[in-house]
Structures are given as structure tokens and as C-alpha cells.
């Protein structure tokens, strides 16, 4: 499970290096692509590769269904670890996240996000703001036959 929340440093190429407790859950390599609310993701690759096959199942007859596909994939990247825990962020993505120097990166259980500090601030107090909202609401657990949980 990839959970908490851990600051990290980005050195002048672009380069993040993964802290020691995550290194065995992401080894030997992740799929980086631009996410949600202008993060990335960071995703084990067994965890991309059925995101992906989800992600392309669904029909080319939709718009949104296209929007979502050049969400993820257009700018995705397969990138290896390499002996120093490090992987190589594209310039491209580190623009749409907006991140320069330090990042926060968060755990969502199969992946990560990872988030320029400022975002990540504004969506603590919108996820504080709200918590009360998202604890009423009737959460539904559906999927478990499909070897995962989606609400």
C-alpha cells in the first residue's frame, strides 16, 4: 500500500527521488502521466497496466472518453528506477504540475500523486473544509470481483 505523505526535493534536471519506504513498492519502475486537479500520478507498473486496459476498453464514440485518454496517455512515461532511487521527470509534466524545486507526494493506496506544495495546500483546505460532507456520504463498495474496489 502507498500511503502517507512525504516532501521531496527535485534537483535542477528534473530528477525525484523516491523515499526509502516507497523504493520496494515501485521497483523496478513506474508509468508517470498528468492527473486530476493538475497533479501527476505516479503508478506501480501493475497498477498502470490495469488502469490502462480500464482506460482503453472504453468507447472511442465518446468525447469525454477521448478526453480522458489524451488525459493519461499522451504524456505518459515509462520510466525505470535507477540505483539511487531516482526517476526522470519530463519538463512537460513538471509544467502542467507546476513544479520546480520541491514536491509533496501522496499516497492513494495503488499509486501516488504528486503535487507542487502550493497546490497540495489548496487541496488540504478544500479536503478539511469538506470533510464533514465526504463522512455523510453513502459510500457504495463495488468491484471486488474485479480484483480491485471502486466507489
Do not use: K
Request: hydrophobic content about 45%.
Amino acid at each position: 500500500m502507498l500511503l502517507g505523505t512525504w516532501n521531496v526535493t527535485l534537483d535542477e534536471a528534473g530528477n525525484l527521488t523516491l523515499p526509502i519506504p516507497l523504493r520496494p513498492l515501485l521497483f523496478p519502475g513506474v508509468v508517470v502521466t498528468r492527473g486530476f486537479e493538475r497533479c501527476l500520478h505516479l503508478c506501480p507498473e501493475p497498477f498502470w497496466r490495469g488502469l490502462a486496459r480500464r482506460v482503453s476498453s472504453l468507447s472511442l464514440s465518446g468525447a469525454d472518453e477521448r478526453w480522458l485518454r489524451r488525459l493519461l496517455f499522451a504524456d505518459a512515461h515509462a520510466l525505470a528506477i535507477d540505483e539511487q532511487a531516482t526517476i526522470a521527470l519530463s519538463e512537460s509534466l513538471r509544467r502542467y504540475a507546476t513544479l520546480e524545486r520541491h514536491a509533496v507526494l501522496v499516497g492513494m493506496d495503488q499509486y501516488l500523486e504528486v503535487w507542487s506544495p502550493e497546490r497540495w495546500q489548496e487541496c488540504q483546505a478544500t479536503l478539511l473544509a469538506n470533510a464533514g460532507r465526504w463522512s455523510r456520504r453513502d459510500w457504495t463498495v463495488v468491484g471486488l470481483a474485479e480484483g480491485g474496489i471502486s466507489l
